[in-house]
């Protein structure tokens, strides 16, 4: 993709502030601003997120651009959820992240998720019916959800009236990134 092909697109990332994982937020977020999106991270709290690599060492702090309590879903094109075990356990935890799931599936945009990101997924019931893919050990928790759990690098699945796209881990970016970018050229 070239430089700004992305121009004019707004894409919402939500985090917590300890234990997202460093390579799924970072190298999307770097991405699609190389590539002309405008990207906010929105993070549980105005304080820095302290990211991790493979859940258990310290990782790069990001200033967030804005909180979740500060953000307006609707004003975005897209929504990325990165994993990591600690900060999925806390998105899926917190009504506000929740509530910006079901605003983007409720308005047919585009979420993309990573990993054990899909856990915020399943908490906002916006599972149900979609194919998806995720680390391993949600399989159970997706399929329980009414998901349709496969393995594999990258699945997007436009049933329903509006795009998941969905990823096992960080060795799956590139298949992410590249379904990631055809939603958000075509998303309302």
């Known amino acids: 993709m070239a430089a700004n092909d992305l121009k004019g697109r707004s894409v919402l990332a939500i985090v917590s502030t300890y234990g997202v994982e460093q390579d799924e937020l970072l190298v999307p977020v770097g991405h699609l601003r190389d590539n002309g999106a405008t990207v906010d991270v929105a993070a549980t709290a105005d304080e ?6 493979g859940d258990k060492d310290p990782g790069k702090t990001v200033q967030p651009d804005t909180t979740l309590d500060e953000v307006e879903p609707s004003g975005y094109d897209l929504l990325l959820i990165p994993g ?33 990101g899909l856990w915020t997924v399943v908490e906002a019931g916006a599972a149900r019916g979609k194919m998806l893919t995720s680390y391993p050990s949600l399989r159970t928790d997706i399929r329980n959800a009414g998901g349709d759990w496969v393995d594999q690098p990258v699945v997007s699945d436009s049933s329903g009236g509006w795009t998941l796209i969905t990823s096992r881990r960080p060795a799956d970016l590139d298949d992410f990134l590249r379904e990631t970018e055809k939603a958000l050229v075509t998303a309302p």
């Not at 820095?48 to 690599?53: M, S």
């Not at 600690?86 to 799931?101: E, H, M, S």
Request: hydrophobic share 45%.
């Open 48 to 53: 820095p997120v302290r990211t991790l690599v």
């Open 84 to 116: 990591g075990t600690l900060n999925a356990d806390t998105l899926r935890q917190d009504g506000r992240a929740v509530a910006a799931v079901e605003s983007f599936a409720m308005t047919e945009r585009p979420v993309a998720a990573i990993c054990h």
